[in-house]
């Protein structure tokens, strides 16, 4: 079984930054693709960054220049960068992974974490 974990959500002001993480964690092979969604209340999920165990990232427009997505694959580890965040940045942020635990790929998700953006 794989766990992803996230952390670094909260309350920020409008032009703040926070900075999420997701460990992964458990019977972890290899790790493909790692992402980062969020969901605002009556909204559907969306995408809002993605980033391949080459380094190759692909952002959602509405965060294009301001957030950063990497990852630590020594560590299992994702990161999304949030600069200059706007209150439509408001929402539960989801990390998600493709884990391989050596026979089978599988995608997994993580609880979320709120961001709240208000002054």
């Known amino acids: 079984q794989v766990q992803l974990v996230e952390s670094g959500g909260g309350l920020v002001q409008p032009g703040g930054s926070l900075r999420l993480s997701c460990a992964a964690s458990g019977s972890i092979f290899s790790i493909n693709d790692m992402g980062w969604h969020r969901q605002a209340p009556g909204k559907q999920r969306e995408l809002v960054a993605v980033i391949s165990s080459r380094g190759t990232r692909h952002y959602a427009d509405s965060v294009k220049g301001r957030f950063t997505i990497s990852r630590d694959n020594a560590k299992n580890t994702l990161y999304l960068q949030m600069n200059s965040l706007k209150p439509e940045d408001t929402a539960v942020y989801y990390c998600?992974?493709?884990?391989?635990?050596?026979?089978?790929?599988?995608?997994?998700w993580g609880q979320g974490t709120q961001v709240t953006v208000s002054s």
């Open positions: 998600n992974a493709d884990v391989s635990s050596g026979s089978s790929w599988f995608n997994y």
